[in-house]
């Protein structure tokens, strides 16, 4: 009860909370997602690569794993599973690499193949619900833009009124004839 008078009284709403929440928690997983990016780009670039960067890569990318767990299960059970696999299998390389750090290159290099196949696993199952591109139309502002919008799909046409205006500008050709 208290916490419903304390939203009133600051004028907040349950969406305008959900939002502040879903902003903080895109901002913290664009923030692995920048390890993830800069790390990769370490250990793939580096000749020969490094366990360090090896380590590093796998470990920011089972870093995002751990902040976005719950979006892997449910959608695509085989994928699922894969991912599953490839964390058991690179936690191994990284067991291996740590305490021998004598091993052989192919393990470092076993290690970085293993974290970008994870990561473009996991990658693809962030996209399938729009995680990272979002493609959509916007909300029509206005009682005008409305109505053309009914208007366009009562008629059958699918252009809006925005593709109209830029129907309606002349093409660069079109302006040199008329000078």
């Known amino acids: 009860m ?6 009133q009284l600051l004028g907040i709403t349950q969406k305008e909370i959900d939002s502040h929440s879903s902003g903080l928690t895109n901002l913290k997983i664009s923030r692995i997602l920048d390890k993830v990016i800069e790390s990769g ?7 020969p690569p490094s366990i360090q960067s090896a380590i590093a890569y796998h470990g920011w990318v089972l870093e995002l794993f751990m902040e976005t767990t719950s979006l892997y299960y449910g959608l695509d059970e085989e994928k699922s599973k894969e991912i599953d696999r ?3 299998r690179g936690e191994k ?4 690499l740590q305490i021998n750090p004598k091993s ?3 393990f470092v290099i076993e290690l970085i193949q293993n974290s970008k196949r994870l990561r473009y696993l996991m990658h693809n199952m962030l ?3 729009n995680f990272f591109f979002r493609i959509g139309v ?3 502002k206005g009682i005008a833009e409305t109505l053309e919008l009914f208007k366009s799909k009562k008629d059958g046409n699918k252009i809006s009124g925005h593709e109209r205006e830029l129907q309606e500008i002349p093409d660069k050709q079109d302006i040199i004839d008329a000078e």
């Open 93 to 96: 390389f990284v067991y291996v």
């Open 104 to 106: 052989p290159q192919l």
């Open 2 to 7: 208290k916490e419903k008078q304390a939203k």
């Open 86 to 88: 490839l964390i058991v």
């Open 41 to 47: 780009y370490e250990a793939t670039t580096a000749f």
């Open 127 to 129: 996209q399938r619900m």
């Open 138 to 140: 916007r909300e029509p």
